[in-house]
């Protein structure tokens, strides 16, 4: 059985970032998006989750010890159940076999189900580092700025316009068409447009540590939406990065952001 072992309060941080975005419901076509994937080397604790339109992803070069490279992916239900301690003072042992993960501290182990599958290139997906558009906000604003959208819209129809212009970012309920955006600063020198599912910009910055959050995508063709997965990306205080990608909902063309756009 190959060994890994990890202070607690990575591994909570790590399953607290990622599980979520695993798909609830069990597909036999899709079974990996069932689960959680442990990407472990003795460089860097990578745990992955997706459910197809979005993906959240946890690396950390420290606190943990591994000497040899381990992949599998975990039944996330399984790993939601785990009551697990948090402190930065346990140790967390984990010995991973083709069926199944023995998780295990001091006072109890637990037994979690491997999920036979193949895991999608995930590191394929994020944005180009170069020739990306690259923008800045604090977290706070942008949840704000959600949550005053997302109050606009509908159970029916979650999606929210997102608008980038230089100097700041715009957010409106879709089904409110384009009557009450949503504006706050950021650091930001393009203008773009897409149309997100709030649900899920929501639980991404949630799990977000830090105050500043940086949102990336690839350059959208002139006159039309984003169409590539949009990144939100910030770094703990222990210098985990947490990374959140989530598709656009497809739209055929850009809509203007009334008070700016003429």
């Known amino acids: 059985?190959?060994?890994?072992?990890?202070?607690?309060?990575?591994?909570?941080?790590?399953?607290?970032?990622?599980?979520?975005?695993?798909?609830?419901?069990?597909?036999?076509?899709?079974?990996?998006?069932?689960?959680?994937?442990?990407?472990?080397?003795?460089?860097?604790?990578?745990?992955?989750?997706?459910?197809?339109?979005?993906?959240?992803?946890?690396?950390?070069?420290?606190?943990?010890?591994?000497?040899?490279?381990?992949?599998?992916?975990?039944?996330?239900?399984?790993?939601?159940?785990?009551?697990?301690?948090?402190?930065?003072?346990?140790?967390?042992?984990?010995?991973?076999?083709?069926?199944?993960?023995?998780?295990?501290?001091?006072?109890?182990?637990?037994?979690?189900?491997?999920?036979?599958?193949?895991y999608p290139n995930y590191l394929g997906i994020f944005p180009p580092e170069h020739g990306a558009i690259t923008l800045r906000c604090e977290k706070a604003h942008f949840a704000e700025a959600l949550k005053n959208a997302r109050r606009d819209t509908t159970r029916e129809n979650r999606n929210v316009f997102f608008w980038t212009r230089p100097g700041f970012i715009a957010v409106g309920a879709e089904n409110a068409g384009t009557s009450y955006p949503h504006k706050l600063a950021a650091q930001c020198e393009h203008s773009a447009f897409g149309v997100f599912n709030s649900t899920y910009l929501r639980d991404a910055l949630q799990t977000l540590p830090a105050r500043s959050v940086r949102i990336r995508f690839a350059w959208p063709e002139t006159g039309r939406p984003i169409f590539n997965p949009m990144e939100l990306f910030s770094v703990d205080q222990s210098g985990n990065a947490i990374r959140h990608l989530m598709m656009p909902c497809w739209r055929p063309f850009v809509y203007a952001l009334p008070g700016f756009d003429t």
Not at 74 to 94: G, M, N, Y
């Open 1 to 118: 059985m190959r060994q890994i072992e990890i202070r607690a309060d990575v591994f909570h941080r790590a399953l607290k970032t990622t599980t979520f975005a695993a798909s609830r419901d069990f597909d036999p076509n899709r079974p990996a998006f069932s689960g959680v994937l442990l990407d472990v080397s003795p460089t860097a604790f990578r745990v992955v989750a997706t459910d197809g339109c979005r993906l959240a992803f946890f690396e950390s070069n420290d606190g943990y010890d591994c000497r040899e490279t381990t992949t599998a992916i975990l039944s996330a239900r399984e790993l939601l159940d785990l009551k697990l301690p948090r402190a930065s003072s346990v140790t967390i042992k984990i010995a991973v076999n083709g069926t199944e993960a023995i998780i295990q501290h001091e006072k109890a182990a637990f037994s979690v189900p491997v999920i036979e599958a193949h």
